[in-house]
């Protein structure tokens, strides 16, 4: 793995000495360019919305994903992602420094003080309404 980030590293310089890699950036057309980061982002956002339990597998084949755990989408976590974006999207558009990691860090401690609360675990069948990447807790240890 290693011997390839290498060759992938050494390819990488070799287009950019070249100026090859600035002909095919130029090449492709700026909408496909658009398409490609909105297709990465919509990607990254369908896993948050998946992690969250807003948005979950059916089982079927069609359709493959349905709104809400078991169709509802008044879950714990579900509304804490739903508090989360909120926070992260005011601090957006207040245009504050670092809203983002600020949002995340929010959600973050919310989650780890209801889970604390609450105890509501990991999702499974038995507990549809679970966390549904891991559970939040506070570390055991704050450096490895």
Known sequence: AMGLVVINGLIIVLLAVTGLRRMIFEAVPLALKTAIT????????????????????????????????????ATIPTALFVLTLLITAVLMVRKVK?????????????????????????????????????VPTVPAQWVG
Request: aromatic share 6%; no cysteine.
């Open 38 to 73: 909105v297709g990465i982002g919509l990607f990254i956002a369908f896993i948050g919305f998946v992690d969250s339990g807003l948005v979950t597998a059916t089982g079927l084949s069609s359709p493959p994903v349905g709104l809400g755990v078991q169709g509802s989408i």
């Open 98 to 134: 670092a809203a983002l990691l600020i949002g995340l860090l929010s959600g973050t401690v919310i989650a780890v003080i209801v889970e604390a609360i609450a105890r509501l675990g990991a999702r499974s069948a038995e507990n549809p309404g679970g966390w549904g990447l891991s």
